[in-house]
């Protein structure tokens, strides 16, 4: 029931504007490995099922602020979680839980559209957007979270893959949805389907009951459809039957879902399998665990499909558009989907689509290889060796890494994919029914339980040295006329979460050049920040690309003298200096827009030609100081570094101008002077005293 999340959420949005989603969390348990009893002693995991094995969520939750979220991350691969230090000093207690299942339900503001139509660049709302508004520290630019926590006699759970989906399915069967139970169909659906629930968690359906033979067993949970037949001798245990399927006898099933239409042969056995319509199982075939035969395949007689097959009958073309990754398909074209009455049935009638159900009669299943042929008209791939010489199917397989676009495949080969083979294969099989993830647990508790810097600042980079020392590891610019920090380069390296290609400082600038002055200097804040956390920037590289933007937006001409610099920059700078307040945290920010204003000086073209002309340069400098932009502590500290460079070079040149030596010589007397008049007052009161 989330119509008291739903009302709270209401209200603190009403409050405070900034309270703009809220999400269902369940607690479900954390993972963990640990060693079974007994002389063969073997690690044994422990873990919900609910859970997707691609996601490992931690969230941080401060119970006396209405559950507001501090912390969401759910990748598997870190060892260590960065927590602004801010946080403690804001909130009295926070909770950092392993505990919670995110159910994929948020209560959302309209402010989250107009987020995402402002960020379009969001390709992950959770890894993303959730991530980054929780981690947000300045007030003002903050988008509050809050987590509804479920109640233990509240379900709720989403499904990923065919793993969970099963996983799901088992606990709908099992009552822990109830009143949500295929036994209690909303009002309309007993004209069509009323399943009776029967001994061992078996629902029958009524109207149109089953035959089912005298010497066969059938074990719930499970669920058995509409106008099915099954033969003698049959064995079938936790397995959901679909509409109209004909099973023959001496069947064995175990833990499989089939959905409509589905013709099992005698003495065939199916394991911890999916069999969609109108698929055939020949006689004696066995169809192994993680399995997914498509809709009107055919395995043939004898055959042993290996576990994990998937088995389909749609073109490479069709796999481009609707491939089996995407489980949440309903494509009937992908040659594994179901459609919608059809799906609903192996689902336990949780999403209650029976009423579409187009065939009235007809328990008869059509066969499958002339229901492939009559549909599509034309010779259907067959891989032969695998499905048998009287099988109809091909052997789907995932992409390459090479060929994905994606980061799912990259997520999981660095952090867990542990089969050995093709990350992309071992990913598909961690996401089948029946998949042993003992050994991908393993090597997560490897990697997390890996040392690590925990006090390493994610925030500027990780560039680790002190914001007061700049030695010869800050680098201030480089002589031949690059001038821009090291820290705004990748070095031909790709910098974690920063989308390839991306041009950070260039995509800042144009940012900050399509601003309007007459619009509040923060809603240009919020879109820097939100472009910042999307691209793993930092806050140098914003106050770099706000620099370059400011110097394009003064129109600087060929033939501007320097006291209209000045003053055009100054008239500039009363609408910006707020932003640079706002992104300025210490020395490294502030230095990063001398030396933008140093890269356009170098750089050459009508800007580089006036900034590059003494005095034009210390009237920068002197302009910025007096604006209460860079501190005098910030250029003394560029001025030590360029006194080591290269004096021949472009940037050499530009710092050693009589002018600009002249400010900085003045403002090291003024620092020295400031230093003995702290001192001398100091004394005085000591001979006071």
């Not at 479900?28 to 099922?49: F, K, L």
């Not at 229901?371 to 099988?391: K, L, Y």
């Not at 129109?555 to 055009?568: H, Q």
């Not at 945290?585 to 827009?593: A, D, T, V």
């Amino acid at each position: 029931d989330i119509v008291p999340a739903l009302a709270a959420h209401k209200a603190r949005h009403k409050k405070d504007n900034s309270a703009i989603m809220t999400m269902l969390l369940k607690r479900v348990g954390w993972w963990d490995v640990t060693e079974s009893a007994g002389d063969d002693a073997e690690e044994v995991v422990r873990a919900s099922p609910l859970r997707s094995l691609g996601d490992d969520l931690v969230v941080g939750i401060d119970p006396h602020d209405q559950n507001r979220i501090l912390l969401f991350d759910s990748d598997p691969s870190k060892s260590t979680l960065p927590l602004p230090t801010s946080f403690f000093s804001s909130h009295r207690q926070i909770d950092v839980r392993t505990d919670m299942l995110d159910t994929g339900i948020d209560i959302c503001s309209p402010d989250v559209l107009a987020r995402f139509s402002d960020e379009f660049d969001y390709r992950d709302i959770r890894r993303q957007f959730v991530a980054n508004s929780c981690a947000e520290e300045e007030e003002g630019l903050q988008n509050r979270i809050y987590a509804h926590i479920l109640g233990p006699s509240e379900y709720a759970a989403r499904i990923h893959d065919p793993r969970t989906y099963a996983a799901v399915s088992s606990d709908l069967l099992r009552r822990w949805c109830y009143p949500v139970v295929p036994d209690n169909l909303p009002s309309g659906y007993e004209k069509r389907y009323r399943y009776v629930l029967q001994r061992r968690y078996v629902y029958r359906e009524a109207n149109h009951p089953a035959k089912i033979g005298r010497s066969s067993k059938v074990v719930g949970p499970g669920m058995v459809g509409s106008r099915c037949r099954i033969g003698e001798g049959c064995i079938i245990k936790r397995t959901v039957i679909g509409n109209y399927c004909t099973i023959d006898s001496n069947v064995r099933l175990e833990d499989s879902h089939l959905w409509q239409n589905v013709t099992i042969e005698d003495g065939a056995t199916v394991n911890q399998s999916i069999l969609c319509d109108g698929c055939t199982i020949k006689k004696g075939a066995v169809v192994g665990k993680g399995c997914i035969v498509g809709k009107d395949c055919v395995i043939g007689e004898g055959i042993v499909l290996p576990d994990f097959t998937r088995v389909t009958l749609c073109t490479d073309d069709d796999d481009e558009d609707d491939d089996f990754g995407d489980f949440g398909s309903s494509d009937d074209d992908s040659g594994f989907s179901s459609s919608d009455e059809e799906s609903s049935s192996e689902e336990e009638d949780d999403d209650d689509d029976e009423s579409d159900d187009n065939e009235e009669g007809g328990g008869v299943a059509v066969g499958a290889a002339s229901s492939a042929d009559a549909g599509t008209g034309v010779d259907v791939e067959t891989d032969h060796d695998v499905v048998g010489r009287d099988g109809l199917g091909r052997v789907w397989k995932p992409r390459s890494l090479d060929d994905d676009d994606d980061s799912d495949y990259d997520d999981f080969a660095g952090s867990q994919g542990g089969g050995g083979g093709d990350p992309a294969e071992e990913l598909v099989k961690s996401q089948s029914i029946g998949y042993d993830e003992t050994h991908l647990f393993l090597k997560r508790l490897g990697v997390q339980e890996e040392e690590d810097d925990m006090f390493s600042d994610d925030e500027h980079g990780g560039l680790g040295n002190d914001d007061s020392d700049f030695g010869d590891d800050m680098s201030f610019g480089v002589g031949g006329g690059s001038g821009m920090m090291s820290s705004n380069l990748d070095d031909g390296l790709l910098i974690t979460g920063r989308q390839r290609g991306v041009d950070v400082v260039k995509e800042l600038k144009q940012l900050c050049l399509e601003h309007e002055t007459s619009s509040p200097i923060e809603n240009l804040a919020i879109e820097l920040n939100s472009f910042k956390f999307s691209q793993n920037a930092t806050y140098s590289d914003c106050a770099t690309g706000a620099s370059l933007a400011i110097l394009e937006r003064i129109g600087i001409t060929s033939d501007m003298t320097a006291p209209k610099l000045v003053a055009a920059l100054k008239k500039e700078l009363s609408h910006w200096v707020p932003l640079f307040h706002k992104f300025c945290h210490g020395l490294e920010e502030e230095n990063s827009i001398i030396v933008a204003m140093e890269t356009a000086a170098v750089g050459g073209g009508a800007i580089g030609d006036v900034l590059g002309k003494a005095p034009a340069f210390r009237f920068i400098l002197q302009t910025l100081h007096q604006e209460e932009v860079v501190g005098e502590e910030a250029i003394l500290a560029w001025a030590e570094s360029r006194r080591k460079g290269d004096p021949t070079s472009a940037v050499g040149k530009l710092f050693l101008q009589e002018p600009t030596q002249e400010f900085i010589e003045w403002l090291q007397d003024e620092s020295e002077s400031g230093s003995d008049d702290e001192s001398g007052s100091s004394d005085d009161e000591s001979d006071e005293d």
